[in-house]
């Protein structure tokens, strides 16, 4: 299992407006059977470097995401108006660690 977290770097008057897209975006995805995303906030109420919006959801594998599996809102619109609004992107992934994956490495 798999945690993947999408950070958008914006300014604080944008800030909002990115929620409302990334949190479209990852109901778009869920409708095709991905887990539900987790969205939030920094830098508006809380202590941060930056003003920043993530998402983060939970998947089995990693895979690339081919354009013909992105829903046609996001391809055709929700993509650009969310680069429009954003100055920096950034993924991440990471294993989540479980009983099981210890015990394959005899901890």
């Not at 008057?13 to 897209?21: F, H, M, T």
């Not at 109901?27 to 508006?44: F, H």
Request: glycine share 4%.
């Amino acid at each position: 299992m798999f945690l993947v977290r999408r950070k958008c770097i914006t300014s604080r008057e944008k800030l909002w407006k990115v929620a409302s897209l990334l949190k479209q975006i990852c109901s778009e995805y869920e409708e095709k059977g991905r887990s539900e995303a987790t969205v939030y906030v920094s830098g508006w109420g809380t202590p941060s470097e930056d003003y920043s919006v993530c998402a983060e959801w939970t998947q089995e594998t990693l895979s690339s995401n081919t354009f013909t599996k992105v829903p046609d809102k996001i391809r055709n619109k929700l993509s650009e108006e969310l680069q429009n609004n954003i100055d920096k992107y950034e993924i991440e992934f990471h294993e989540i660690v479980n009983e099981d994956k210890l015990k394959e490495r005899g901890l």
